[in-house]
């Protein structure tokens, strides 16, 4: 076994939030799981601790978000309190008070993209991408890496740091042509100031966690040795499972504990994840002993059978096939930006994105100025069936001169008469207004 580390944990159930009595975003999800922490006396090691979750502020929501009309109109006291459990894992980690944390909170984040118009896969806000601005606001710039293990593509995050050439954000997940949200591909690779920063691996039906552990070994590790973090987050949906009602996957407890003892995260915050008996009491406590460096060895869902989870030869040699393009893709990166590019002064990007959970659908225009010095300039155009239409302006973090000149005059000069509002968001200087 690895040394003990010190793991703080963060609970937050939402008791009273639910999208609806019967909806697999409820809150019994994480009664199961506490109650298994507390009988299996987790609690009782020493390097064990719990915390109570802090309250996100609408600030650090608009440090990543634009939300339409504001941010207070898509979101409740849970989703800031959800937030407020990972910034809490993130402040524990960074002040030195423990060695990783694993935020047990919901609701969930991961498919809540830069411009937030309602819910979608459950989501409102995105409590990783707001920890994220939280930790690079108070503890300065850092090279941070979004390793996404829910069985569905993380296309909010990806949509979030899309043109931040310092946050890789890798997504592992069900092949998208088989399941929600139907993205999550190759071609998905980032902007034109952050190619590479992108990555998506997308697995075939019945992977289990032998396929799994295979591209964690030969594509997710090699590809953050060279990216070379700072800290490691993990997006740690938990609907891979064999049981879990809404997916097609074959991970198991023991699978998503060895997972974690060899991606080491930092920071661990739970996304899906909807076999509330049969997977997450099991995957939650497997996880915790990883990361706090405890035998987790025990650690077995009643009907645990290995042998009839195992892949099939042929799938096994479509997983290792995969393994190969992904790691080939980052090797050429550089070369792939330079043939995408070109000359080119802005590139654009149109996107179709229906809100699933509110039903509402969005059209949205995004230009983005190429610089070789920073993310760039990007400028979003969005029109929702709802009637709203936005434009926001959107400088990066460690913006360059020449990007925060043309963002601050758009801004200035934009029209508010052809929208309902203009959003100008400085991750740089941390300023956020409203015309």
């Known amino acids: 076994m690895t040394r003990t580390r010190k793991t703080g944990l963060i609970f937050f159930p939402a008791f009273d939030w639910a999208i609806s009595p019967t909806h697999p975003e409820r809150e019994e999800r994480l009664l199961y ?51 407020g459990g990972a910034i809490t894992a993130a402040d524990k980690v960074l002040s030195g008070e423990v060695d990783n944390a694993f935020a047990l909170v919901r609701p969930p984040g991961h498919h809540a993209m830069l411009v937030v118009h309602g819910a979608r896969g459950f989501c409102n806000i995105n409590i990783e991408a707001v920890m994220i601005g939280y930790i690079r606001k108070h503890y300065g710039a850092k090279r941070i890496a979004v390793i996404d293990t829910d069985c569905h593509h993380g296309d909010g995050t990806q949509d979030i740091f899309w043109n931040d050439p310092n946050t890789l954000c890798l997504s592992i997940h069900q092949d998208g042509r088989t399941l929600y949200p139907g993205t999550g591909f190759h071609e998905e690779f980032g902007g034109p100031n952050a190619m590479g920063a992108t990555i998506n691996i997308p697995l075939p039906p019945r992977t289990s966690e032998d396929g799994f552990l295979y591209i964690l070994e030969h594509a997710i590790q090699p590809i953050i040795n060279d990216f070379k973090p700072d800290l490691i987050i993990n997006s740690a949906g938990q609907d891979n499972h064999y049981t879990d009602p809404i997916t097609n996957m074959r991970f198991t407890a023991q699978g998503y504990a060895t997972l974690n003892e060899r991606l080491k995260p930092d920071i661990a915050v739970l996304e899906g994840g909807y076999s509330i008996e049969g997977a997450l009491p099991y995957v939650n406590v497997g996880i915790i002993l990883a990361m706090a460096g405890l035998d987790f060895s025990h650690v077995k869902e009643p009907d645990y059978n290995p042998t009839s989870l195992r892949e099939s030869d042929d799938l096994k040699r479509t997983i290792e096939r995969e393994a190969e393009q992904i790691y080939k893709l980052w090797k050429n990166r550089d070369a792939l930006r330079e043939k995408a590019v070109g000359q080119a002064k802005y590139v654009k990007r149109r996107k179709r994105i229906y809100y699933d959970t509110d039903g509402i659908s969005e059209q949205q225009e995004e230009t983005v100025r190429v610089c070789s010095d920073c993310g760039g300039l990007v400028m979003i155009d969005s029109i929702a069936d709802t009637g709203n239409r936005i434009y926001a302006v959107i400088l990066s973090a460690g913006a360059c001169p020449e990007c925060r000149h043309d963002g601050e005059e758009f801004f200035a000069l934009t029209n508010p008469g052809r929208y309902q509002h203009v959003y100008f968001q400085d991750r740089d200087q941390d300023i956020f207004r409203v015309k």
């Not at 109650?35 to 609690?43: A, S, Y």
């Open 33 to 83: 799981t506490q109650d298994q922490v507390f009988e299996e006396g987790l609690l009782d090691f020493d390097n064990i601790i719990e915390y109570k979750p802090g309250l996100a502020t609408v600030e650090d929501i608009n440090r990543v978000h634009v939300c339409v009309p504001d941010a207070r109109s898509v979101i409740t006291e849970s989703h800031l309190i959800s937030a």
